[in-house]
Structure formats: structure tokens, C-alpha cells
């Protein structure tokens, strides 16, 4: 569940600003708050009651937990419980720990089957107890068509799931068995040990039938510490304490506050301020954005303020990633490695507070990290293995906001500096189906020096296992549309499984197109194979 | 330098001053000078005493605080202005800015605040005071809907609103039909009947002698001359006065002097007509509006070496008529043609040879000359473009032509902004000779002069006529310049000819309805005799 | 009658003909931008039969004519998504319905109309009364010291960036002097004292700007009118000068301000995009950005629609207005 991106060798601690939240978020805090991530600096002990207000740049929250990719301990965690939820310690390495669940699941032999028993006591806002029926509708509507756009790592391992349109049709899934009111069973497609970790997203929260998808937004039954008791679009989400939850089921949540009130569109820099000025309502407010580089430095001059700041440790890497089809010579990417000051780089990040030099490919926090440093910054050695070595002009692809275009800048002038030419090339951030793949960005060097992103047609790759695909297929399925399907994505064609012989010992030409067993790795077929000659 | 100086004027009710000047002189500026009615940039000082008073006291003018002035204006001082178009606020209908006018010196006077109706009443009353029709629906007009001698009444009856004892009147008819200016002056005559005295500012000496009690002639600022009419006109002790006089045409002199200079012309030689207008109608299509006939079927002819003289009201169509014989105003049917050429409907390069021998001289003369650039290059414009000449050839011709209009040749070098207006005009006229044309048309040259430059343009003109032979279209609501240098007139009205014939028979034994009004309407500049038409038209 | 029935009817045929070329090019614009809007009902992860299918939901895998007309018919019509009990109904009028925040366009511009009317119409009355004040004050003192200060005050005002007036305004009077508050919104239904506070920094960023501009024009204006005859008549007819300016002067400047105004205020209908995100107000404009970033693209086309409305709307009206005080027209 990492993300990458196309930059050098760092690990970022804090909030990737994107889809959903992080579990850590770099926040400013103020006193007397309850915090999720526990501050360097926390002076007073949590006490029940209060407001608690979060100001948060976006300008909505979506409160259906179909359409969330929000993680397991973000701002929909406090209205609606999962079946497994994580349990952060600052320090220590996330665990997934039961919520709704008496375990984390029991697992079948073959690993196909999971089974998971609800604990007692469990209450909806509106009094009805929590069954299991409502965590299998729960999955069910996911698949709906009016409440696709959440995460859905689930609809691909349970099995049978294929051309399922959700439950609002009558139809039901049958991988999700439900024998008892306490008891849900999970067939999956495959075995997947992290099966535990899928069930604390948002899909498994319990839904109540017979919903309104249009409407499930704005007034959700809550199954968490908090009841949505207001939205207002684009101004502010008022929670309020949910009076059926019971704070003994729940080990992970404190639900100290009365009331949590979201501020959303703030603008960040001047919510930054609020935070530090720390005055009136704001003490007891924190932050849901990244502090503004801007007001870092501010804010690191501030003792009072500094105290206040929650910076967490492990977060998501970022890497420069070169493409090895145009950088042939690892020599060549030896040097690029050995030229990028990666000081440079972290300050472009802003500074220590923005980021720290990953060496690996591995963050700190999971288990069985070796720490190691293969490439320290030298430009001696990056000269030395450039020496008589003919490289063409290198094009770096960054998104284009202002940090990564700071850090794109950095790049190029270490590389510069050891006499690469290099030219940045900026493209969305939300890039569309043609553009270079939006998670894994790529340097593409052209030895050339010919090539741009945009006047070349990208390669197309399977958006399943991020490889590059070999081969496209037109499928024309009406005049009016063509869907170009990724077929094979492995390095080369899988061979057709069978091929007619004539009696001649030589495949038969004419005759109907076997159709080929799918790729390993892409969903989609080949509709015609390649025969073995 | 001081516009006016050292002026003292004596207003009697019941009689009517006359301030007589040429433009320059200072009489406006001396009479809304006083008034405070200047723009912020003049400085008045001296003064100004009103000695008719609320109470019978002495009011100072000049330097007199706004709630003075205020109180002043209006009640004691009606004024009435040059341009009537302007002068009334265009939002605001004839009712409703005469009734502003009347609350503004009613409610402080200690009367009782008026009611409406009567307020209504009191409009009606000076509508109908001032001679309009229908008042009820011009009190609702606004004053674009008016004509302009329906705007210099409603004007008028503005200044009276409040039964001012003095009215101030600032050229109120220069910018009107002759015929319109009769009936205004009747009126203003009329006003002294109830008992105002009237001070009339004019350059107009038939207008003076026409309708002024007393005579004060005013040059460069000063008070050369005062008197009664009648002792002014018969024997001006001022030679300033006797220049005036004489240089004003007399619409008469003909009928005194049948020799006059009019009559000298040949009546053209028929056969080598130069202009020849068949059946021409010009018709102004404005979108969303009706359709203006400007001229129906007008059949004319000017054979060269003769002066036609085109006169009619505004909007009877001469300037329209002049406009088709250059081809700037399309015709929209008959037949029009120049030295030969059809112009009507043809093309710019069809045109070409047409307006090689057309010359054309302005009303305007400050307009017309391109004011960047020296008049030594503006008459040599036309030589430029349509003669091969090199420049040494250029330059002798703009000197010979700068002679032959009487100015100095060092004059080529000089800009229109230094030179005056009579000037101006005989620089437009030797650039309207520079390609030897065989036509040329004047459209109202003399209007915007002084009457004495005015003479001195028209001498100039009927000089160079006799010397280099063209044909000459002389258009002009001046029934008195046109006699006194075309040989033939036609008269127009409404965009049809109403009359034509020889000038001396046309003005002095009209056969037409329309023309004998018109000539009647033009006053003589000659007290006695004026009193006698006017006395003629009443009885 | 007949005159201003047609004048009317053609007024609102132009009307149609333009909005609808206006939703055009915003369509097409969207059209050629290479980002794909299902992306977003995709979820995580997003396989291409999620994505195919996402995009059969919310109508893109039609040809683009076709996707046109179905929301130009929309607007009229309202239409439905999906089947069955989880279809989702967006009635007439139907701008678009925008699948990121679960809700039919109208509603969402209908919410944040109140909001953005409240600045356009607080700033407009603010600078109008600055701007007219100012103008004809500048023009009655001509040359002296009050009118050249006016005059430095319209540069500055011109010249200044309104984001930056706001965040300064933000930091010395929020922060430091802590008079009104920094940031937010308040519905003039929940308290009027709390809506004005929180609008009057707003109000007067944009303001500042339009202040100048109208001084400005208005004293340019006034000048000209000052030295026309029908003043001068005014005058001479004994008006005291209150009065000569007041019914007199104003009225006949009126015309040219108010039409200008017209576009002015119509244009800030459509939301003040800088104003609202440096103040955190969540109004059109505010709406308008997030959903370009996020290629909401029925939301873009709902509130361009809506922003063009009101241009039109408030062009008709200085015509109207300008009929009304103007005879001549």
C-alpha cells in the first residue's frame, strides 16, 4: 500500500498529500487536543470532553465508506468501525488489531477461507445490534456502480466476484457467507495471508440494507465512538458522540471529545498560522494538512509552536526511478546514483522536518529492514565511472507542484555538475490513461537525446502489475467505441496451450483463434495467440 | 489679457439692449461673466449690481457668494442660451425641468409649498406663454423629441419660470432656421411687453435691427459705441460701427440697386453644363428607424462660369444635393452628372476624374484643415495625389494660389491654429483651386465667419469665379449672401425644389408661397424698414 | 409594445445561442484535456473493467456529441444513474451530477449561491458607494490636494493584488489586531452581526480594486459633464449646486457607470476565486477550482453555466436600465 514516485532516494516523513490519508500525519498540534499521533511534547493527560476541531484543506468529506480510501485510523474511523482496525504506537510498528471482531480472523488450511466472529454488545446509532449481515451488505454495495471510487482490495480477492453490480439489483455475493448473526465467513480467490489487514479498510464497515447510496453520504449510521450529526458542504462536518457505542468494545479508540467538528477548505497557510497564534477556539484545534513549508521554518523558530508539531517517523518512499531500457549501462546508473546530492534533494523537501535519505528500498517500521548505504553522495566517483562514457541527453519526468519541481531542480543540477545534461519535464499530477503511469514515474533517458513524454506514445502497462505490456489488441465491440485491452504483460507471449496438428506434423492455419489462458498477471485475455511456428 | 473690460450697461424694463459685437468682442463673456455663468478659469472682477432687488435693494454680483448667486439666477435673471439642443438636460422630460425650475425659487419664499396641480398648471401656463402647441404633450417630451425652435421655446420658458425681471439672451438664434429665428425674436419682442427688459447678445445686425430698442457695440473687449437703434443704424459716429454696417449684406440692395453685383453675372451658357442633376432622390436608410427622404426629384443644372445658389432650411436637403455631386452621399435613384460623368452609383476609380476637377470648401474651417499639418502642405495635398508635379512645381503653384487669395506667401509655412477663421477659410478656398477645377462646391463658407471677413471671403470668391471661370454651387440658408453673389438660385424645401429662377427675381418677386415666407422672415438690418415688414405682417 | 416584445425575444434567443456555445467550449475543452474523470469512480485498485465500467456509469464511453446533447437535454429533462434501488435520481433542472461528492450540481451551486451573493452584493454596494463618493468628490475639487491624494489612492488600489491585500489584511487585523476573524463563513440566517464580521475583510479586498476603478470613471465622467450646456442651464436657472449635481449631473452619468456595473457585478457572480480561497469561504468560485483540479467535469460545465447566467442576466439588465434612464436609447 506504498506509493512511489519518481524522485531520488528518500524516505518522507509525514503526509503524502494525494488520495486519502496516511496513517502519520505531519500536523501541528495544539494543547489539550486528543491527538492520534502522539506529539513529542504533550504536557496536559487527555480528559473526556470538549470540542475538537480539525481544519482540513480539502473542501469535503465523503462519510459513505463505500466510496473511502481513507486508511484504517483516519477521519472515517471515528464514525464507522471495521471488522479489524491498526493500532499505532509512535516508535513501535503498526499491528492490526481486532475492532468489531473477537480476533483477527481464523483462517481454513488452504487459506481460502476466513472466519470472523463479531463481538457482543455491539450497537448502530439507532440502537439495532451490529450483525453480520450488515458488514456482507457493507461489501456488497461496494461493487455498486454508484459507490465505486473506494478501496477495493477486496473485490479482486474474494472469489467469484466477476460482473457482480452490487446489491441494489436483488442480487447477492456468494463468497460472503453469513450462517449466524455473529458469524462472517470470507471465500477468497486465492490465499492471502494479509487477508486481516484488507478487512480494517473502510468496505467492511457495517451498513444497514435498504440505503439510499445518494444520500448515504451525508447522514451514515455510525457504528463508531462519533454520529455524523451535521455536514454542511464545504464549510464544516460536525461529529457528536455516538450514545451506542460502548467504550469497552473498542480498545483503540478513546472518543474523549464530545464533539468533532472538521473545518473544511481552510487554506493551509492560514490555518498554519491559527495553529501557532494558538489562540481562542484554536487551542483546541489541530491541523489535517501538512504544515506549509512556508511556515517550517516559522514554526521551528517557535519554541511554543514547535512543541506543538507532530512530525512522525516512517512514512512513504520516494525514489528516482530510471528506466534500465534506455540507461542500459549500469555503470551509467551507478554514477547517477553516486552524482545525486541528496542533501540538496531533502532541502529542496524543506529541510529535515520535509524529509530523510532513504538508502533503501525499505522504510524504517517494517519488519525485517536492514539498514544499508550503497551510494553515498560523491561526484568523484560518479566522474570516475562516467569516464569515456557516451551518455545522450537524459529527460526526468516530475509531477508538476512546486516541491517536486524544487526537487527535479536539485536533481539536475547534481547531475550537472558531473557533466550530464539532464532537462525536467513536468506533467499532471492526475495524469489519464495515456499518460506515464501515475504510481511508478520513470526517468526515460534516451541516449539519443530524442523523446519527449508527450509527442511519444507512451508504452501501455497493465495497471494490475505495473509492467510494461507487450502487445495491444483492438477489440472493436461497437463502431461507436474501441476499447484498446492490455492483453500480455509478461516479457514475452504465453504460448498458446494447445494448437491443432494436421496430420502433416504442421499446425493448422485456418481454423477458428484458440483463445489463449490469461495472462498470469493481467485480468484480461488475449483474444488470439501467437502459434508456435 | 482681459475679454471684457470697463463695460457698464443700462437694462430698461420694457426695453430691449442689443450687445453687438463680432466674435471675440467679449459680449458673452461680459454678460455670463457677470452671472457667475463662466467656467472656473475665468476671473471676474469689477462690478456687477443688479439694482432690482428683492427689496428694492442694490444685489453686487461679481464676488457674491453661491447662495447670492443662487437666489440671483432665475428669479431675478433669466437666461436663455445659444444651442437649445444642449441646453436642457436630455434625461428629463420639458415638465419635469420646468417645474425643478419653478420650486427652486418658490418654496424659500416664504409661499406655502405648491401642489402639484398647480405646479402642472404653471407649466402649462408658460408653454402656452411661449407659443407652443400641445402642451400637454410636449410638457411630457423630452427634448430630443423636440425640433429646435420647440427647444429654444421650451428654453425660454425655462428662464421665465420664475417671472425673472431681466432675461439674458446668449445668440438664442443663431443656431436656428431664419424662419424659426422670426417667430423666437416676435417672442422675446413679446416679453418686453410684460414689462422685463431683455439683453440681447448677438453678431446678427438684422436681428438687431429687427427686434433692440438700444444699440451697444462692443470690439475687442470694450464699449466703442451705445445708443438707440434707429440713431445707430442711420449715423454710427464709431468708424468701427460704420465698418459693421456696411459689411452686413443687405437682403434689399438689389431691389435699391438693380446694378448690383448679382445681376452682372452672364446666366451661363446653357449649353456647357457642368452639373446636371436629373430626378435625384437620396434616401438615409437608418436601421430601426424610418426611412429619411432627404431629396425628392431635384432637377438641376450649373453650366460653367456661373454661381447657383442653393438655399433652403436645415433639413431641406442642399448639403445632401452637394454631397451626391462628389459622390460621398449615395444616390438612391436618378441621375447625377458631373463634367459628364455619371456619379451616381459609380466606383471609386470611376470617380477618380470627377473629384480631380471638383473642389469643395467647408463651413468649418477650423475643422476642415488638417491641424498638424502646415497649410502650404494642406493645399498642397491635391496636387500631390492627383497631379505629377515635383516638388519645386508644388511649391510655386501653393504660392500662386496663396496669392491669388490674398494672403501672404509666407503664410505657407504657418499653422491653422495661428491664423483666424477668415483666413482659414481663404486657405480652404485657394486648396479647393489647386487643380484648376471646373466645380466647386462651397457649402455654407461663410456661416461660421464674422460678418465682416464674410464680406471679404465673398468678394474673394466672386473675384476668382470671374478670373478662372468655374462653375460654382453656392449652398446657404443666407438668403442675403446668396443674392448678393449667385446668379441663379434655387430655392429648397423639405428635399424638393420649390422654386428657381434668377436670384433677383427669385428674392425680390418670389412666385412661391414657401419663398415669400422665407424671404419675409430674413431681417433687414435697417430699423425703420424692419418695423415697417413687421407692422406690414401684424396688420 | 411590439418593439420591446421582439426586442425581448431576441435578447433571449441571443441568450440561448450563446450559453450554449459557451457549454461547448468548456465541453470541448474538457474533451481534449487527457485526464479521464472516471478515474476518480474507479477506486483503488483500478482494474480496467472497473474503469470501463465506471465509465459506462457516468456516461463518458459515449461519443462526445452525443455526451453533449445529453447534457444540454439534462438541464431540462434530469436523468438517472443506474437501476434499480441504488439508481440515482438528479431531477430537473438537472446541471450535472458530480460524482466525487455524491450530489447533483444544482444543489451544490444552489448551496453556495447565498455565499457567493452575500460578498458580490457586500463588495459591490462598498465599492460603488466608495467609487461614486470618491469620483464625484475628486471632480468637484479639481487641482486641489484632495483630489490628487483621490487619485494616488485609485493607483495604489489598481496596482495592489488582491491576494496579497487579503493575507495582509488577514495577518495584521486577524492575527495581529484580532478584529475580525480570519477565516470562514457565517449564514446571514444564523447571525447577521457574525455573517457581516466575517464578510467585511472580503468585502473590502474586493472592493479596493473596483473602488479605484470606479473613482476613477466616475470622475472622468463628472469633468466631462461639468462642462456641458445643460449644467450650465441648471445654473443659470438658480439650482443650488447639490441639486445641479444630485438630479442633474448623476442621472446623466448614470448610464455609462451602471452598465459597467452591470458587468462587473455579473462577472462576480460567478465567484471571486482568489477572495474565497485566501478567506477559506466555500463559495462558487471555491467550487469552481476544486472542480477543475479534480476534473469534475459536470461540475465545471454546471457552474461555468451558471457564471455565464449571471453575466448575461446582468447585461441584460444595463440595457434595460439604460432604456430606462436614457430616452434617447
Known amino acids: 500500500m506504498k506509493h512511489t514516485r519518481s524522485l531520488q532516494d528518500l524516505s518522507r516523513r509525514g503526509f503524502l498529500a494525494g488520495t486519502g490519508a496516511t496513517a502519520l500525519t505531519l500536523a501541528l498540534a495544539a494543547c489539550g487536543a486528543n491527538e492520534r499521533s502522539s506529539s513529542s511534547a504533550s504536557s496536559a493527560t487527555p480528559t473526556k470532553g470538549g470540542t475538537l476541531t480539525i481544519l482540513q484543506s480539502s473542501p469535503d468529506i465523503n462519510w459513505d465508506p463505500a466510496k473511502s480510501q481513507g486508511m484504517a485510523v483516519t477521519s472515517l474511523a471515528l464514525v464507522h468501525r471495521r471488522l479489524t482496525t491498526w493500532r499505532i504506537v509512535n516508535g513501535q510498528e503498526a499491528t492490526v488489531v481486532p475492532d468489531l471482531a473477537t480476533d483477527t480472523g481464523k483462517v481454513s488450511a488452504d487459506g481460502l477461507t476466513w472466519t470472523y466472529t463479531l463481538k457482543d454488545g455491539l450497537f448502530l446509532e439507532n440502537g439495532s445490534p451490529i450483525t453480520s449481515a450488515q458488514i456482507k451488505y457493507g461489501l456488497e454495495r461496494t461493487f455498486a456502480d454508484a459507490l465505486s471510487g473506494g478501496l477495493g482490495y477486496h473485490k479482486a480477492l474474494l472469489a467469484d466476484t466477476k460482473g457482480y453490480t452490487g446489491p441494489y439489483q436483488g442480487k447477492q455475493l456468494a463468497s460472503v457467507e453469513t450462517p449466524d448473526e455473529k458469524t462472517i465467513v470470507f471465500h477468497l480467490a486465492k490465499p492471502y495471508g494479509d487477508w486481516p489487514w484488507i478487512a480494517s479498510t473502510p468496505a467492511f464497515a457495517p451498513v444497514p440494507p435498504h440505503d439510499n447510496p445518494a444520500t448515504y453520504a451525508r447522514k451514515p449510521v455510525a457504528s463508531g465512538p462519533y454520529r455524523v450529526a451535521d455536514y454542511k458542504q464545504g464549510v464544516s462536518s460536525t461529529l457528536e458522540r455516538n450514545p451506542k457505542w460502548s467504550a469497552a468494545t473498542d480498545k483503540v479508540r478513546a472518543g474523549l471529545p464530545n464533539s468533532v467538528v472538521f473545518s473544511l477548505g481552510q487554506d493551509q497557510s492560514v490555518s498554519s498560522q491559527r495553529l501557532i497564534a494558538d489562540s481562542g477556539a484554536d487551542k483546541n484545534a489541530f491541523g489535517a494538512d501538512l504544515v506549509a513549508a512556508a511556515q517550517l521554518a516559522q514554526v521551528t523558530g517557535n519554541p511554543a509552536a514547535k512543541g506543538r508539531l507532530a512530525t512522525a517517523s516512517a512514512g512513504p518512499l520516494q525514489y528516482l526511478a530510471i528506466n534500465v531500457d534506455r540507461v542500459t549501462d549500469p555503470d551509467v546508473r551507478k554514477a547517477i546514483a553516486y552524482a545525486t546530492d541528496k542533501k540538496a534533494v531533502v532541502a529542496a523537501f524543506g529541510g529535515d522536518l520535509g524529509a530523510v535519505v532513504a538508502t533503501t528500498y525499505i522504510t524504517p517500521g517494517i519488519p525485517g529492514r536492514e539498514a544499508y548505504d550503497l551510494y553515498p553522495t560523491s561526484a568523484d566517483k560518479a566522474k570516475g565511472l562516467l569516464k569515456g562514457k557516451k551518455v545522450g541527453k537524459l529527460v526526468l519526468l516530475t509531477p508538476n507542484d512546486d516541491t517536486s519541481v524544487a526537487v527535479s531542480q536539485a536533481i539536475q543540477q547534481s547531475l550537472q555538475k558531473v557533466g550530464c545534461r539532464c532537462r525536467s519535464t513536468p506533467f499532471r499530477t492526475r495524469p489519464g490513461p495515456n499518460a506515464p503511469l501515475r504510481a511508478t514515474g520513470r526517468a526515460m533517458t534516451s541516449p539519443s537525446g530524442r523523446g519527449t513524454p508527450t509527442t511519444r506514445r507512451p508504452m501501455p502497462i497493465c495497471s494490475r502489475c505495473s509492467r510494461p505490456a507487450r502487445s495491444a489488441t483492438e477489440a472493436t465491440t461497437s463502431p461507436a467505441t474501441r476499447t484498446r485491452r492490455w492483453t500480455s504483460c509478461s516479457p514475452t507471449p504465453p504460448p498458446c496451450r494447445s494448437t491443432r496438428r494436421s496430420r502433416s506434423g504442421r499446425p493448422s492455419t485456418s481454423g477458428s483463434p484458440r483463445t489463449a489462458p490469461s495472462c498470469r498477471w493481467c485480468i484480461a485475455a488475449t483474444p488470439s495467440c501467437t502459434a508456435p511456428a | 489679457m482681459p475679454a471684457s473690460e470697463g463695460i457698464d450697461l443700462d437694462l430698461v424694463p420694457g426695453r430691449v439692449l442689443a450687445l453687438v459685437g463680432e466674435s471675440g468682442s467679449g459680449k458673452s463673456v461680459t454678460a455670463l461673466g457677470s452671472l457667475g455663468l463662466l467656467p472656473p478659469t475665468a476671473r471676474v472682477s469689477g462690478s456687477a449690481v443688479l439694482a432690482h432687488g428683492g427689496n428694492g435693494e442694490e444685489v453686487e454680483l461679481v464676488g457674491a457668494p453661491r447662495a447670492v448667486l443662487d437666489d440671483t439666477r432665475g428669479r431675478l435673471v433669466g437666461t436663455i442660451f445659444q444651442e437649445p439642443a444642449t441646453a436642457l438636460d436630455p434625461l428629463l422630460t420639458i415638465g419635469a425641468q420646468i417645474t425643478e425650475a419653478i420650486r427652486a425659487h418658490r418654496s424659500d419664499k416664504g409661499h406655502k409649498r405648491e401642489s402639484r396641480s398647480q405646479l402642472r398648471g404653471r407649466v402649462r401656463e408658460l408653454l402656452t406663454r411661449v407659443g407652443l402647441p400641445d402642451v400637454e404633450r410636449i410638457a411630457a417630451s423630452y427634448p430630443h423629441q423636440l425640433s429646435g425652435g420647440q427647444q429654444q421655446r421650451a428654453c425660454i420658458a425655462l428662464a421665465l419660470a420664475c417671472d425673472p425681471p431681466v432675461i439674458v439672451g446668449d445668440e438664442p438664434t443663431t443656431a436656428l432656421d431664419v424662419t424659426v429665428q422670426a417667430g423666437i425674436l416676435e417672442l422675446l419682442r413679446s416679453l418686453t411687453g410684460d414689462g422685463m427688459a431683455v439683453l440681447l447678445i448677438t453678431h446678427d445686425m438684422g436681428v438687431v435691427a429687427d427686434i433692440a430698442d438700444d444699440v451697444a457695440v462692443m470690439r475687442r473687449g470694450r464699449i466703442v459705441e451705445r445708443g438707440e437703434v434707429d440713431r445707430i443704424f442711420s449715423h454710427p459716429s464709431h468708424p468701427y460701427t460704420r465698418e459693421l454696417l456696411d459689411s452686413v449684406p443687405r437682403l434689399d440692395a438689389l431691389r435699391e440697386a438693380p446694378a448690383g453685383t448679382g445681376s452682372d453675372q452672364e446666366v451661363g451658357r446653357p449649353n456647357d453644363a457642368v452639373v446636371e442633376v436629373t430626378d435625384l432622390d437620396v434616401v438615409y436608410k437608418a436601421r430601426g428607424r424610418r426611412p429619411v427622404h432627404a431629396v425628392r426629384g431635384v432637377t438641376l443644372a450649373i453650366s460653367a462660369g456661373e454661381i447657383l445658389g442653393l438655399v433652403g432650411e436645415s433639413g431641406s436637403g442642399k448639403s445632401t444635393i452637394a454631397g451626391t455631386l462628389t459622390g460621398m452621399v449615395p444616390v438612391t435613384s436618378g441621375s447625377v452628372r458631373v463634367d459628364g460623368i455619371e456619379v451616381a452609383g459609380a466606383s471609386r476609380r470611376e470617380l477618380l476624374p470627377v473629384r480631380r476637377q471638383t473642389g469643395v470648401v467647408y463651413q468649418n474651417p ?71 477645377p471646373r466645380l466647386v462646391i462651397a457649402d455654407e463658407p461663410t456661416s461660421a465667419l464674422d460678418v465682416s471677413v464674410q464680406a471679404v471671403v465673398l468678394d474673394l470668391l466672386v473675384s476668382l469665379q470671374a478670373d478662372l471661370g468655374f462653375a460654382c454651387l453656392f449652398v446657404s440658408h443666407d438668403l442675403a449672401v446668396v443674392e448678393q453673389i449667385a446668379a441663379r438660385t434655387i430655392v429648397l424645401s423639405q428635399g424638393r425644389v420649390v422654386e428657381e429662377g434668377p436670384t433677383v427675381q427669385v428674392l425680390a418677386n418670389p412666385r412661391q408661397e414657401y419663398t415669400r415666407r422665407l424671404v419675409a422672415a430674413v431681417p433687414v438690418p435697417d430699423p425703420k424698414v424692419q418695423r415697417a415688414r413687421r407692422a406690414a405682417l401684424v396688420g | 409594445m411590439n418593439d420591446r416584445i421582439r426586442f425581448l425575444l431576441s435578447r433571449l434567443l441571443q441568450t440561448l445561442l450563446v450559453l450554449i456555445l459557451i457549454a461547448f467550449i468548456t465541453f470541448a475543452v474538457f474533451e481534449l484535456f487527457p485526464a479521464d474523470p472516471a478515474q476518480l469512480a474507479c477506486g483503488k485498485p483500478c482494474t480496467p473493467e472497473n474503469l470501463a465500467r465506471a465509465r459506462a456509469y457516468m456516461g463518458y464511453d459515449k461519443p462526445w456529441f452525443v455526451q453533449f446533447w445529453n447534457y444540454l437535454t439534462e ?49 459591490a454596494v462598498l465599492w460603488m458607494v466608495i467609487g461614486v463618493t470618491g469620483g464625484v468628490v475628486s471632480a468637484l475639487r479639481r487641482g486641489t490636494a484632495l483630489d490628487r491624494s483621490i487619485m494616488t489612492f485609485t493607483v495604489v488600489g489598481v496596482s495592489a493584488p488582491s491576494y496579497l491585500v487579503g493575507l495582509l489584511g488577514i ?35 474586493l472592493a479596493l480594486i473596483s473602488a479605484a476603478i470606479y473613482t476613477r470613471l466616475v470622475r472622468g465622467e463628472m469633468l466631462e459633464n461639468l462642462g456641458e450646456d445643460y449644467v450650465r442651464t441648471a445654473r443659470a436657472t438658480g439650482l443650488p449646486e447639490r441639486r445641479v449635481i444630485g438630479n442633474h449631473v448623476l442621472r446623466n452619468i448614470a448610464v455609462p457607470v451602471l452598465t459597467i456595473f452591470a458587468l462587473d457585478f455579473g462577472g462576480l457572480l460567478g465567484g471571486a476565486v482568489i477572495t474565497e480561497r485566501v478567506f477559506s469561504i466555500q463559495g462558487l468560485g471555491a467550487l469552481f477550482l476544486d472542480a477543475v483540479g479534480a476534473t469534475d467535469i459536470q461540475l465545471v460545465m454546471g457552474v461555468t453555466l451558471v457564471a455565464a447566467v449571471a453575466v448575461i442576466l446582468m447585461n441584460l439588465v444595463a440595457d434595460i436600465l439604460a432604456a430606462v434612464i436614457d430616452p434617447r436609447v
Open chain 3, 75 to 123: 438541464i431540462f429533462v434530469g436523468t438517472t444513474y443506474g437501476t434499480g434501488a441504488g439508481a440515482i435520481r438528479c431531477s430537473a433542472p438537472c446541471l450535472g451530477y458530480s460524482f466525487r461528492l455524491s450530489s447533483p450540481v444544482t444543489d451544490l451551486i444552489a448551496a453556495r449561491i447565498p455565499i457567493t451573493l452575500s460578498i458580490a452584493v457586500g463588495a
Open chain 2, 366 to 436: 477650423a475643422s476642415a484643415l488638417n491641424p498638424r499639418r502646415t497649410i502650404g502642405a494642406s493645399i498642397a495635398e491635391p496636387l500631390l495625389l492627383h497631379a505629377e508635379m515635383t516638388s519645386a512645381q508644388r511649391r510655386a503653384r501653393v504660392r500662386e494660389l496663396l496669392e491669388q487669395v490674398r494672403l501672404p506667401v509666407s503664410m505657407a509655412e504657418r499653422y491653422p491654429h495661428e491664423m483666424s477663421g477668415g483666413q482659414r477659410q481663404r486657405v480652404a478656398i485657394a486648396r479647393a483651386l489647386a487643380l484648376q
Open chain 3, 171 to 205: 495577518l495584521l487585523l486577524g492575527f495581529k489586531a484580532d478584529i475580525v476573524p480570519v477565516a470562514g463563513y457565517v449564514p446571514l440566517s444564523q447571525s447577521p452581526v457574525d455573517w457581516a464580521w466575517h464578510l467585511v475583510l472580503p468585502w473590502t479586498v
